[in-house]
C-alpha cells in the first residue's frame, strides 16, 4: 500500500473517521483507504448526509507511520476553530453551554389543529322511495331456475 484516498470538501476540510468534517492537519484523525471504490461509497454516504458538500476523492502518499500526506495546497489556510474535540473542551471551560438552534417562529406548528377537531358530517335525511319501484316493472326481469346456469337459458331452442 503506497497511497490511500480521503475525502475533501469545498471548504478545504476531510472526512475524519467519525465521519466529521475537520481540516486535515492530524493525518491520524482522517478516515482513509487504500481502496477507491470504498471511498467512493464514503462520498455517497457522506453526501447523503448533506447534499450542498461537493467531495472528491483526494489520492495521497503515506509517510513512516501509514498516515496520508496531505500536500499543503489541499490544506486551508487557517485551522478550523472547532474541531470535534475542541467543541465539547472548550463549552465546558467556558461554563457557556452549547447553545441548540431554535427553531424559526414562522415554521412552529399552528395554534389549532383541523385535522384533531373535525367538524362533524351534516345530517342528510334519506330518500323515502327509490326512484325506480321493481314492483312496477314484473316482466322485464327474465326468471332463472336455480338449478340451471343463465347461460343455459339462452341456448334453449
Not at 384533531?116 to 312496477?136: G, H, R
Request: hydrophobic share 25%; with cysteine.
Amino acid at each position: 500500500m503506497s497511497h490511500v484516498y480521503v475525502l475533501t470538501n469545498q471548504h478545504q476540510q476531510f472526512l475524519s473517521k467519525s465521519n466529521d468534517w475537520i481540516d486535515g492537519r492530524d493525518s491520524a484523525r482522517l478516515f482513509r483507504t487504500e481502496y477507491k471504490d470504498v471511498a467512493i461509497n464514503q462520498m455517497f454516504e457522506a453526501n447523503t448526509r448533506d447534499v450542498a458538500l461537493r467531495i472528491e476523492l483526494l489520492e495521497c502518499g503515506l509517510d513512516s507511520k501509514k498516515n496520508p500526506q496531505i500536500p499543503a495546497d489541499a490544506l486551508s489556510d487557517e485551522p478550523l476553530c472547532a474541531d470535534d474535540n475542541d467543541t465539547g473542551e472548550a463549552a465546558e471551560e467556558s461554563g457557556d453551554p452549547e447553545e441548540l438552534p431554535q427553531p424559526d417562529p414562522s415554521e412552529a406548528p399552528p395554534e389549532y389543529n383541523p385535522e384533531v377537531d373535525p367538524e362533524p358530517a351534516p345530517e342528510v335525511e334519506p330518500d323515502s322511495q327509490p326512484e325506480i319501484d321493481p314492483d312496477e316493472y314484473p316482466g322485464d326481469t327474465p326468471e332463472i331456475e336455480p338449478g340451471q346456469p343463465p347461460e343455459s337459458i339462452v341456448g334453449q331452442p
